[in-house]
């Protein structure tokens, strides 16, 4: 039977709820514990899909097509457990869900209320993650006392008051802030926080108290006593070098023991390989530097997933991987090589819209002519695309059908029809809805012999990426692109997923995301060998 920890969080936002969730399961993940997370997003949208990268970050695409919030990122990366649609909801699905039963008549004869109505269909998909896991870690977005969290706050109350005492457990992460003026911690805001919890029913078992100096025993005690939790379940988290040493900080704090006193069983977290890989990313024995080419680098949390993913390359490397941002736009104004300079490798990252492009695909054209590693992810493919049949094919208004839509040679263009991940028709036009119409999720590819892709798989089967764009490499260029030594290394039912250039070390061009499907403890492929490679050039 599944346990269940919630997690919420106090004072203010970005106190890394979603890392101290993520932490605390992969304690228990390496102690031999099933486990799966839950993000509960507070806002009215369905998804994060159509809100802006600047004002939400990263929208995570997990393996079933589903456009989540980036903490479902952080979970994989740290449980290295694939997660579903199941594994975040919004307070907009919630309703919607509601509204529809209501429509059809699921609620006859009933008014419908926020208690029990939104209150169960909460409850209702909290324990559809369960997934007969040993452990649901749920996190709950935002911060105790916001209005929009309240009925995720009373369905909490609700599970707990239902189900025995050694299944579920509240953790609040709240901020002891350091006044330099008095010179003091202090834990007032944390008490505050922890009454409107209680307030609402709910007594937390476990603080974790982010802080940036070391919490005095005497200060630990005043917590306990004046927010009722016992006093080894006042566990510290100071700043960390890097997100993945806060498991292993949390188990020196001495979480182990409220953690296994509390649900009565044997915690005992096998740490060795995770440790070996926290200290070749604190202390890596070579560097190495890749100009990372985007737009939205006002916000690096846009670039989560594949900042992550070059970090678990490096620390399977044992190198540090430096980025060295590159504005798109800059280079459009004083061109390649001010900005990427002597960077050992160029990445061009996914994007959308047209603000940036062509800077980006001059940065592609250096890259491919002074024969510099190059990864293209997503628009970074589309646009090497683009690049090679404009500066080699001679086709000089190529273009993707997203920035020019007249454009006569649309290298890149919108197909009208295709079949989804569930093998449904779905029809695409310029004038499709926004929400939820890209090609999401995991689709199958197949290398082709002999290709850096394959090489970087290491064997030759079928392989699953995930993706999320509109438009699609046009499949009429495909024999004038290999002729002239652009080729087709992976096709997905007649879709174009990869292409590399013949001639040149190592110039790679994805389709897919691979920086979805990379974890700690299992780098994704692809950018692991494209971070080799750069070590190469170094
Ligand atoms: N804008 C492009 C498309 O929709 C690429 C999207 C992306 O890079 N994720 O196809």
């Known amino acids: 039977m599944t346990k ?34 839950l993000k509960i997003d507070p806002y009215l949208n369905v998804d994060p899909g159509t809100m802006s990268p600047l004002e939400h970050g990263e929208v995570f695409v997990t393996a079933d097509g589903a456009e989540t919030d980036l903490d479902v990122g952080n979970y994989e990366r740290f449980i290295d457990v694939t997660l579903s649609a199941k594994n975040n909801f919004t307070t907009g699905q919630v309703y919607s869900s509601v509204i529809k039963r209501e429509r059809q008549g699921g609620y006859l004869g009933k008014t419908i209320q926020v208690i029990p109505h939104v209150v169960d269909e909460i409850k209702d998909r909290i324990f559809a993650a369960c997934d007969d896991k040993d452990f649901l870690i749920v996190e709950l977005g935002g911060t105790v006392g916001d209005i929009e969290g309240l009925p995720f706050m009373e369905a909490i109350r609700e599970i707990r008051f239902e189900l025995e005492k050694t299944r579920t457990m509240n953790i609040h992460v709240s901020l002891i802030p350091f006044i330099k003026a008095a010179g003091e911690l202090k834990t007032k805001p944390t008490q505050h926080s922890v009454q409107e919890l ?23 005690k005043k917590l306990a006593m004046s927010c ?79 900042t992550e993913a070059l970090i678990h390359a490096g620390a399977h490397t044992n190198t540090k991987v430096n980025i060295n941002w590159c504005d798109s736009e800059r280079i459009e104004d004083v061109g390649a090589y001010d900005i990427i300079g002597n960077s050992d490798a160029v990445l061009v990252a996914g994007g959308f819209g047209h603000r940036g492009v062509e800077g980006k695909i001059t940065a592609i054209k250096y890259a491919r002519e002074n024969k510099i590693p190059y990864l293209g992810i997503c628009l970074g493919m589309q646009l090497a695309v683009v690049e090679f049949a404009r500066n080699v094919l001679g086709l000089e208004d190529a273009n993707s059908v997203e920035f020019d839509k007249d454009t006569k040679n649309p290298l890149i263009y919108l197909i009208d029809e295709f079949l989804d991940q569930n093998g449904a028709t779905q029809i695409r036009t310029q004038e499709s809805p926004m929400g939820g119409t890209m090609r999401l999720g995991e689709y199958p590819f197949n290398p082709k012999e002999g290709s850096k892709i394959q090489a970087a798989y290491g064997k030759n089967e079928t392989y699953f990426e995930r993706h999320r764009h509109r438009y699609e490499a046009n499949p009429a260029y495909k ?40 974890r700690l403890e299992n780098p994704n492929a692809i950018i692991l060998d494209f971070v080799k490679e750069a070590i190469k050039n170094k």
């Not at 203010?12 to 890392?19: A, D, R, T």
């Open 228 to 306: 009722d939790v016992d006093l080894n379940a006042i566990i510290e988290a100071s700043d960390a070098n890097s997100i993945y040493q806060v498991p292993l900080n949390f188990i020196r704090e001495g979480i182990l023991t409220p953690l296994a006193d509390h649900f009565n069983i044997s915690i005992k977290p096998d740490m060795t390989k995770w440790d070996a890989l926290v200290k070749n990313i604190l202390v890596p024995q070579a560097e190495v530097t890749i100009a990372f080419v985007g737009k939205y680098l006002e916000l690096k949390e846009s670039y989560k997933s594949l």
């Open 4 to 37: 269940f920890i919630f997690v919420t969080g106090g004072v203010l936002s970005s106190l890394g709820k979603g890392i101290t969730s993520a932490s605390v399961a992969t304690i228990l993940k390496q102690s031999g514990y099933q486990v799966s997370m």
């Open 198 to 220: 209680r307030r609402i029913g709910i007594t937390p078992h476990m603080l974790v108290c982010r802080t940036e100096q070391p919490l005095p025993k005497a200060l630990k």
């Open 479 to 518: 024999t004038q692109l290999e002729k002239a030594g652009m080729i087709v290394s992976g096709e997905s039912n007649g879709l174009i997923e990869t292409v590399e250039i013949e001639d040149h070390p190592w110039f790679v061009g994805v389709q897919f995301h691979p920086e979805f499907t990379s």
